[in-house]
């Protein structure tokens, strides 16, 4: 029994930490320390629920090589009128010990059926930089719901004697929420209307002028033969 305990405490022990924080359109770069937003709710399959400090922890024990677990997130709106923009971030890891986690798992992000990301743990890829800037995960309204999946795997080629000295890796994520504000292509095509009902350069203004100056003339004439027909009228009566 002794030499099984003394070869668990030799597994290594992963924390990914997912700290959420919440935001309006007075915090748009989020906060540290504010609270998600009562309506929206990320849990996971667990059953562990974010509450309204925002940390969520993942705790990954006996972590061996070619090892997968899979983790989903599901968030969704439940606030009863006000859209949230969700976006995500990953932070560069915290590492202790001789193996580097960020770089030994690899990690796939499924989310709402689609493939955003397939690389290493750090949230680093040849194509995509999840620590570089936010990814937008969309606008939920009311009653909508999505999924993040997350697939993790340990590299293969590690073998029991690269555990015999504990590693650890840190790695914070970031979800941030956000009161919807107007979308910029729709605030652009009422811009754009406005536009367009007036002339926008002096070619046009003046083929404008010259549509008003044949209207009045138009207007004029027929003025000026129902005047006369009126005049001819009275002087046979």
């Not at 998600?36 to 090589?65: A, C, M, R």
């Not at 001789?98 to 955003?116: C, Q, R, T, W």
């Not at 009422?190 to 100056?213: A, H, M, N, S």
Request: one cysteine or more; aromatic letters at 10%.
């Amino acid at each position: 029994m002794e030499k099984i305990k003394y070869l668990c405490q030799l597994f290594s022990l992963i924390i990914i930490s997912l700290s959420i924080i919440g935001g309006s359109p007075y915090f748009a770069h989020g906060a540290e320390g504010e609270p998600l937003p009562s309506g929206i709710v990320i849990g996971d399959d667990k059953g562990i629920q974010v509450q309204s400090d925002g940390e969520y922890l993942v705790e990954i024990n006996d972590v061996l090589p070619g090892k997968k677990w899979t983790l989903d997130i599901d968030l969704m709106s439940v606030d009863k009128g006000t859209p949230y923009d969700l976006s995500m971030q990953i932070f560069e890891p915290a590492l202790s010990g001789p193996i580097d986690f960020s770089k030994a798992i690899h990690m796939v992000l499924n989310y709402a059926g689609k493939e955003i990301y397939d690389g290493p743990a750090s949230g680093i890829s040849a194509k995509t930089n999840l620590q570089e800037s936010d990814y937008s995960l969309g606008t939920f309204h009311p009653g909508d719901s999505k999924r993040l999946r997350v697939v993790f795997e340990m590299d293969h080629t590690y073998t029991k004697n690269d555990f015999q000295v504990k590693s650890m890796m840190e790695n914070v994520w970031k979800f941030r929420a956000i009161k919807n504000q107007e979308p910029e292509q729709t605030k652009n095509k009422k811009q754009t209307k406005r536009k367009q009902f007036f002339p926008q350069t002096g070619e046009e203004w003046r083929d404008v002028l010259i549509y008003i100056c044949l209207g009045l003339f138009i207007l004029l004439m027929a003025v000026l033969i129902l005047k006369k027909k009126y005049d001819d009228q009275k002087k046979r009566s």
